[in-house]
């Protein structure tokens, strides 16, 4: 993907964000996350129904890379199955971290491959992933 293509998804995730703003509804498991590095705290819901992804919402003040890396991973997860979202945010972590990846199951995802030359935004592309990963633990412990 050329660098072209790369900015204008980052730029149109972050300008029109997938799914910004949370609902009241108790169906939805809910995390906060914050950095402790710069001004990144964002909420996310996550709505599970018949071991799909049905819906994942966010809000809350973040930069542009945070806001945009949440609306790529919110397109990329809904209608994931958990196993699935998983493996595929496993390969998200390993691309940021830069150790071998699969790319061809992360889709959009792919315009951060570079992220890792900016160790300072690393964070910021991973924190509603690590979000993610959080609210599949809540989720994990309430069915045990």
């Given at each position: ?68 890396s949440t609306s ?57 992933w690590w979000g993610?990963e959080k609210a ?9």
């Amino acid at each position: 993907m050329d660098e072209n293509m790369k900015r204008s998804i980052i730029l149109e995730n972050y300008q029109n964000p997938t799914n910004k703003g949370l609902i009241n509804d108790d169906s939805y498991i809910r995390v906060n996350m914050n950095s402790e590095s710069c001004i990144d705290e964002i909420d996310l819901m996550v709505k599970m129904q018949d071991g799909i992804i049905k819906d994942i919402r966010f809000d809350g003040e973040s930069c542009a890379i945070c806001t945009s890396s949440t609306s790529v991973m919110i397109n990329t997860l809904i209608g994931k199955t958990l196993i699935e979202a998983k493996e595929i945010i496993k390969n998200f972590e390993n691309m940021i971290d830069e150790k071998k990846y699969d790319s061809n199951l992360l889709g959009e995802a792919n315009v951060y491959d570079d992220i890792y030359k900016q160790a300072n935004r690393k964070k910021c592309a991973l924190l509603s992933w690590w979000g993610i990963e959080k609210a599949f633990e809540e989720l994990e412990n309430e069915n045990r």
